[in-house]
Structure formats: C-alpha cells, structure tokens
C-alpha cells in the first residue's frame, strides 16, 4: 500500500464530504434553518466538546456508550465529544438561557461523533439540525408543533412522500406497572413490544398481556389506530397518555391534513429517556428515518420536546442542487470585470495563468462558461 493510500484511509464510519454533496448538505441545513426561524426558532452552537459531568447529565446519560472521552489538558478533567446535541441545548436552557422567557424556542445545527454507528446506518459522524421547545406549554400544543414543523421543513427542502409515526414510549410501562409486572418480565416485554412479538408477550406478559396484545394491534394508520385505542379500558396513567396521543394527532390533522400519519403506541426503541409523545419522520423511498424527536425532561426537570433532521438521510432523498453557472474568466480581464460579473450573478474562476485557449481551460476546470470578447460564451460540449 502507497502512501497516498496511507493518507486517504479514514476510521471506520468517518469520510470526507466532497463537491458538490458538501455544498448540497450546507444549503439543506441553512434551508432548514431558515423554516425554523419562520417559527421563531433562534439559533445556539454548543461545543463540540465539554465536560463530561456536564454532556453526561439528564437527557444525555442514555448517549454515554456513545462518546468518546478525552482528557483536557488544562482542567485535567475528563471531556467528551458530543454524540446529540440535544442534551446540549437542554443543559443551554437549563443554565444560560435559564432566565429567558419559557416557551424558549432553539435551534441548532453541527457534527456529533458516535462511537459505534448501525448497521441500517454505519457511519459515526453525523450531521444534525434540529429544534428544541423548552418550558411551560400546552403539552399537546407544542407536540404538534414541532411535529407540523418537521414536515414543513423537510417538504422545503423538496422531499415528497412524508409520513409521521406516533410513538408513546411510557405507555408499555404504565400498563406493566398497574398490574404489576416485575423489572425482569418488564425488561423482557419492551425486547418483545419493539420486535412485535405477540406470542412472546402472551408468554410473559402475565396479567398485562392481553392488555399490552390489544395495544400492539393499534399500529398502523393513525385513523384507525386512535378509533381502536378509544375501545381499550386502560389503567389510568396510560389513558392519561392515549388521550395525549389522540389531542396531538387531531392538531396536527388540522394543521397539516395531507400528512400521512401512523401510530405505534408501544415502540421503544431510541426513546428511551423520552416521556411522552415521540415520533420518526419517513419518506417514500428513503433508507430508514429522516428524523426523529419527542417529549423529554431536562436535567432541571422543565418540560421539552424538540426534534433532529439526519443530515446524511436528507441527502440520499433530496433533490441536488442544480448546476451552477460558472463562468471562466481569463488571467487578463481586470478584477474589476471579475467583481461586476459577480454581482450580475455568475461564479467566475479567475485564471491564474495564461491560457491557449480559454474554451478548453474552461471546460477542463469545470466551467460552464467562459468569457471572452466582453461577453460570456458556453464552453459547450
């Protein structure tokens, strides 16, 4: 192996992002940004680094298998790098911000470093951009609206075929509980619930299993999946959470009623510090979730939910970004011309040594045009 192989190895899971995708993923998240400044969502940048105490605490303790720590050379105190930016701006809120008016409103969006990706999805730097709704709030109000939020944004950013999956993540323990379900059975029954496993559940669900059987028969289409929810006599701290389900599955009927809509009540998996309505965002055609957010604490015990768009699955479903018009301008034309050109609208490569012929330079540097007797002529084929 050469060195130049050497040089271009990168870990597992790390790569370099390239023209034109790197453009195209910079303008999409600026896009995004851009809706959720609409809804007045105003932007924070956390470090990409900081103590581990700190990154660790509240929502964040559940990333801990997933950051890499490093010591500060300074402080002497173990740091680790990010792994979500949630529980960042969850700390922001609790700390910084933790005397601004509430419902506070965030945005953000920057890397996060994983030490293990998936196997639907292997790589471990990703790129997020998300919102965050912290404070009091009608619960089911501000549910819907990062929920109608998420659709609007990713539908800007030209993907078709959207659809939200409802999950209520407490709801398998808040039935497991009033019948008293024991930690292990418990532990056994969510490993069940997330594979949709009913012959497992009858097996071990004891009392609760045909209560928690009739609940995994509502997933599917919201409609039908709240009108079957509406029949079940539930214990009253899960009733509590169906009639969440079903006054934020109304809000957001009204407010976006060509969303495609799905429930799954007893789905777990990746929300697990969540506390009340979650959801997963998909796309026809896509490779796994666009997106995923809910309802959580932070570490000072406000009320919040928010949700994260995945840069690298965005990408795979949005269009491109239509080819820019480049024009080449030879090393002779004064830089005056280059910056009226600029302003016209054009992207001049400047030369920076004389050409034979600026046609062929042109085409050879990627350039649509190339401008030549005051005028910008196609470089052609």
Aim: glycine share 12%; charged share 20%; aromatic share 4%.
């Amino acid at each position: 192996m050469n060195d130049a192989v050497n040089k271009a190895l990168l870990p597992a899971g790390l790569g370099d992002l390239l023209p034109p995708e790197a453009e195209q993923e910079a303008a999409l998240s600026a896009g995004l940004l851009a809706v959720f400044a609409r809804y007045g969502y105003r932007r924070v940048k956390p470090p990409l680094v900081e103590f581990e105490e700190g990154l660790l605490d509240g929502v964040g303790a559940g990333m801990s298998d997933q950051t890499f720590r490093v010591m500060d050379p300074v402080s002497r105190r173990m740091m680790g790098l990010r792994a979500d930016i949630t529980p960042q701006v969850a700390r922001i809120a609790d700390t910084r911000l933790k005397g601004a008016p509430r419902p506070l409103r965030v945005s953000y969006g920057g890397e996060v470093l994983r030490t293990t990706g998936s196997q639907l999805s292997p790589e471990r730097q990703i790129s997020q951009t998300g919102v965050e709704l912290i404070g009091a709030a009608k619960a089911a109000a501000g549910d819907a609206e990062v929920i109608v939020l998420a659709a609007e944004a990713l539908t800007e950013a030209g993907v078709g075929g959207l659809s939200i999956d409802l999950h209520v993540p407490p709801m398998a323990g808040a039935v497991c509980r009033a019948f008293g379900v024991s930690d292990d059975n418990y532990r056994a029954l969510r490993t069940a619930l997330d594979r949709k496993d009913a012959a497992a559940i009858a097996d071990i669900g004891g009392d609760a299993a045909d209560l928690l059987g009739a609940l995994l028969d509502t997933v599917g289409p919201a409609a039908r999946g709240i009108e079957v929810l509406s029949r079940i006599a539930l214990p009253e701290e899960a009733a509590a959470l169906r009639d969440r389900l079903t006054e934020v599955v109304e809000l957001v009927r009204e407010a976006a009623p060509e969303l495609t809509l799905t429930v799954d009540p007893v789905e777990q998996r990746g929300f697990e510090y969540h506390t009340g309505i979650s959801f997963t965002v998909f796309a026809a055609g896509a490779r796994g979730e666009l997106g995923s957010g809910g309802r959580y604490l932070t570490g000072a015990g406000e009320p919040a939910t928010g949700f994260t768009v995945y840069m690298d699955s965005l990408m795979r479903v949005a269009p491109a970004l239509p080819p820019s018009l480049t024009l080449f301008v030879p090393i002779e034309v004064p830089a005056s011309t280059s910056r009226a050109l600029r302003a016209e609208g054009w992207v001049t490569v400047h030369g920076l040594i004389a050409a034979t012929d600026d046609r062929v330079e042109a085409k050879r540097l990627g350039c649509t045009h190339f401008y030549s007797a005051g005028t910008a002529q196609p470089v052609g084929g």
